[in-house]
C-alpha cells in the first residue's frame, strides 16, 4: 500500500466527498486528457479486410451492395416483394463480408472441434484484434499479463439460431457463443488481465465501447485498450423480423437524409481501434492516427416510443460531448452522423446536429454517413463510422456521400449550418481538424464522440542520433512454415512499393511482432537484400529456422584467451552501453594510455593487451545482456576467466580490469572471488572438459565473446558440434556486420532478444506492416463430423498394445506409442487429415478444455491401458513430454507382469 492509499484509508466517507468536490477542477483537466488512437483494423464489406482497402472503397464513392450469399440462406426462396407476408422477407440484397466461416483456430489455441462450434462473430473478432494490435506494433506477446483492457459490440446472436438447427448443435456450444464470451474470449487468447467487457446497446454498441475504453484509460483502470465491435448477418430469422417491422429498404440501400428514404440496408463486418493515453502514446513512440477529445453517452428517456430518437436528448449529447472535450462547436468541420436512413429518425437527428453546432461559423459543417457505402453494420456501425472519420482526417479529405439524389423535405435545410457531402472534397483548412461522430441505439442509448487529427509530435520526440551502422536485422515469425512462407512473400510484395527506411521497418517488425517457433532473421543493408531473401524462403528456395520445446535454449558464454580487442567491437563501438564500458576501463588505465581512444588496437602485443581484451569482452557482455541476452553460465580460458568471473558476478567491473591491468604473458595475478550469480565452469580442464562439462548439464546454446578465426574459435566448433554456436565478433565475409549475425542467429534459435534495446540510442517511427498471414480453414456447423481423420479403430486396443511393446525394442515401443498418443489427441482436438500440431505445445495451449481433457484421458486409458490423472493433462507439459510419461507408465507396467525380464526390462526399470 502507497503512502496516498494509506491516507485515503483512514478518511471517513463524508471527508473523502468533500474533498473530491474541492478537486473537481482538477479532476476535470485529467479527463480532458486526449486519448490517442494508435492502431486500427476492420473486416468489411465490399473486400474492405485492412484500413487501406477501406479508405479506397470510401476515396472511390463505391457501394458494396450485394445479393445475400448462398451460404447464409436461399434468398430467393425467402423473398416476397409484400413487406409482412409470414416467414418471408420484401429484401434479398444487403452488405456482406465473405469467407465468414473461414478461421485459424490453432493459431489462438483452439481446437478444430472447439472452431466448429464457435460463433464466426468471436472468430473475426480474435482476427481482427491481432491484426489491431500489430498494426499498431504492440506485439500481443508482450501484452501477456498486461493491464490491457477489452471493450467489444454485439447484439445478434445468428450463429446460435443457425447452430440450434444443425447436427453440432449443443448446450455447450450455445453457453460459449453467449455475448459475453466474445471479449472474455479476446482477453483469454491473449492473456489480457484488463477491464473486458460486451456491449449491448443495439446500433450504438460499438461506439459506446470507445466511450466506455476512453473513461477507463483516463481513469488508470487500463494502460492500453481495444475497443470496437462487430455484426454478422448468419441466419435469416433477423431479417424476417426487421423486414416485417418496416425497418428494412426494399433495395438493401441506405439513402440516409434523402427523400427516397425508406429503410435500412442491412452490413456486417468488424472494425478494432487502439486506444492509449496521449501521454503514454508520446512516451513509448507510438504513432498517433487521430484523437478521442471527448465523448459522452446518454439515452433518449420517455418521448414518442422506445426505438425513436429523441431530438432535445441527441441535441445534449453532442453539447456534453463537446464540453468533456474542450471544443467549441464552430471548430467542429464534418459530423459523421447516425444516417439510417429512415424518414423520421434522419429528420430528428438533423434538426438536433442544427441546434447543436448554431452559432457563427468560418464554414459550413459538412455532414455524411458511411452507412451509404457499406450498410447498416448495427453493432458494429460506430466503430465503422470512426474508422471512416480516422482516415478522412489522416488523408484530409471528406469521401462523397452516396444516393443523396433529392434532399429529405421533412428537414429544414435552409435553416441549419449543414452541407451533405454530396461529392468528395478536401478537407477544410480551418485550423486543427475536428470531427464529431454519431451512433444511436434503438435501445434509446446514444454516443457522440469527438475526433481531432493526428498532432505534430516532432517537437516533444527526442531527435535522432546519426545511425551510421552498415546493416540492420529483419526478423520475421509465424506458427507454421507455410504461415512463414506466406509472411515472407507478403512482405517481399509491401518492402517493393514502400518508401520507408530500412531501420523503421526492421524496428518496427522486430518490435510489433510475437515472436513464434517458425523464424527468419536477414541481415541486410537495405530492402532489396531483405526482398530477394524473403522471395526465396516463400518460394521454398531457402530454409527457416524452427525453435522447438517449451522453452529458450540453456546458454553459456565462452571468453577466448585472446583475441584482435579492436576488431571485436569494431562494429558496436557506437552502442552507447559499450561506450559507456569502454570509457569505465580507460578511465583506470595508467594515466601515460588513456590519452587515446584506439587504445584498444594500439595494446596489440603491449602489456595492456589483457587489459584491452578484458574492456571489450566486458562491453560485449553489457551489449548482450542490453538486448536481452542472459547466460545461465560461464567458461573462461587463461585471460579470459576474468571476464567471465565479472560476468558472473564474482568480480566488479573496476575490480576485474584492474587485475586484467596486472595480467602478463609471463603470469597472472591471483583472482578473488565472491559467490556468482550464474554458474562458472572451472578452467583447470581446459576448453575440452569445460565444454563437455556444460553439455552434460544440458546446454545446447554457446556465445563466445570473441573472433571467429583462430585455432580456439577451430577447438569450439569441434567441441560444440550437434548444437547452437555462435561468435559475438564474426571476421572475414561477415566483418562488415559484426554482431548482426551472432544476434540474428540467437534469435532464430529461440532466446529472447529485447529488439526495443537493439535499436535504442536512435529513434525510430513504428510503421504499419503486413499482419500475420492466418492459415484459414472452413469451420462451419454443418460440418459437424470430421472426414479423413483418424477412427477409434486405427489403433490396437491396450491388451494388444502391451504385447507387442514387449516385443519391441525400446525406441520402437516408444515411438508406437507416441503415435498412438497422439492419433487419440488428433481426435479429441477434431483436427482433419492433414493438420498437424505443434508437439511442444502444452494440451491446453492447443486448445484442449477440461471436456477435452477428460475424453483424453478415457481414449489413453482404453486404447494404451494408462490412466493419467487429469490434472496432469491440464499443465504445461508438453504433448511430447506427456506421451513420453505415457510410455514409460506403460512400460513399467508390462515390465511388472509375471513372464518375467530381460536385460532391456532392467534398464527400463532402472531409468
Known sequence: MDEMTRRLSELPAVKLAFAATQLREKQRVIQAEPIAIIGTSCRFPGGADSPEAFWELLRQ????????????????????????????????????????????????GISPKEARSMDPQQRMLLEVCHDALERACQAPARLRGSKTGVFMGLMHLDFAAREAGSASGTDASMAVNRLCIAAGRIAYALGLQGPTVAIDTACSSSLVTVHQACQSLRERGCDLALAGGVNLNLAPETMIVQSHKGMLSADGRCKSFAAAADGFGRGEGAGVVVLKRLSDAIADGDAVLALVRGSAVNHNGSGSGLTVPNGRALERLVEDALAVAGVRADQVSYVEAQGTGTALGDSIEMQALGRAFAGPRAAPLWVGSVKTNIGHLESAAG??????????????????????????????????????????????????????????????????????????????????????????????????????????????????????????????????????????????????????????????????????????PLLAFLFPPACPSGAMVASVRHQPVVREVLDTCRALLPEASRGSELWLDEAQGTPLEFAALFAAQMALVRLWRSWGIEPEAVFGEGAGELAAACTAGSLLLEDGMRLAIAWTRDGRPDVPRSTPALRVIPTAGGLASGIGTLRDAGYQAFLSLGGSDGAWWIRVRELTEGVHVWSSSPVGDDEPYGVLHALAAVFVAGLPVQWHNVDGPWARQRLVLPTYPFQRRTYWPAASAVEDGPTEETLPGASALAGRIRELAPEKARSLVHRAFAAQLEMVLGLEADQTFDESFSLSGLGLDSLMAADLQRRITKELGVTLPPERLMTQTSVTELSTETYRRLRLSTLLQPEGTNAHDLEEIAL
Open 383 to 552: 466503430i465503422a463510422a470512426l474508422l471512416k472519420v480516422v482516415l478522412s482526417l489522416q488523408n484530409e479529405w471528406i469521401p462523397q456521400h452516396l444516393h443523396f439524389d433529392e434532399p429529405n423535405p421533412n428537414i429544414a435545410w435552409d435553416t441549419l449550418p449543414v452541407r451533405i457531402a454530396t461529392q468528395a472534397v478536401p478537407w477544410p483548412a480551418t485550423g486543427r481538424r475536428m470531427a464529431g461522430v454519431s451512433a444511436f441505439g434503438y435501445s434509446g442509448t446514444n454516443a457522440h464522440v469527438v475526433v481531432e487529427g493526428a498532432p505534430d509530435l516532432a517537437s516533444v520526440r527526442r531527435a535522432p542520433l546519426a545511425d551510421d551502422r552498415p546493416a540492420r536485422v529483419l526478423t520475421l515469425s509465424a506458427a507454421t512454415e507455410a504461415a512463414l512462407r506466406d509472411y515472407a512473400g507478403r512482405f517481399a510484395e509491401h518492402l517493393a512499393r514502400t518508401p520507408a527506411s530500412p531501420a523503421d521497418i526492421a524496428y518496427s517488425a522486430n518490435v510489433g511482432r510475437s515472436a513464434m517457433s517458425h523464424r527468419v532473421a536477414l541481415v541486410g543493408r537495405d530492402s532489396s537484400e531483405w526482398r530477394g531473401r524473403l522471395a526465396s524462403i516463400a518460394r521454398g528456395d531457402a530454409a527457416v529456422g524452427v525453435v522447438t520445446g517449451a522453452r529458450a
Open 61 to 108: 464513392g463505391k457501394e458494396t451492395l450485394e445479393r445475400v450469399p448462398a451460404d447464409r440462406w436461399d434468398a430467393d426462396a425467402l423473398y416476397d416483394p409484400q413487406p409482412g407476408t409470414p416467414g418471408k422477407m420484401h429484401v434479398r440484397d444487403g452488405h456482406f463480408v465473405r469467407n465468414v466461416a473461414d478461421f485459424d483456430p490453432l493459431f489462438f
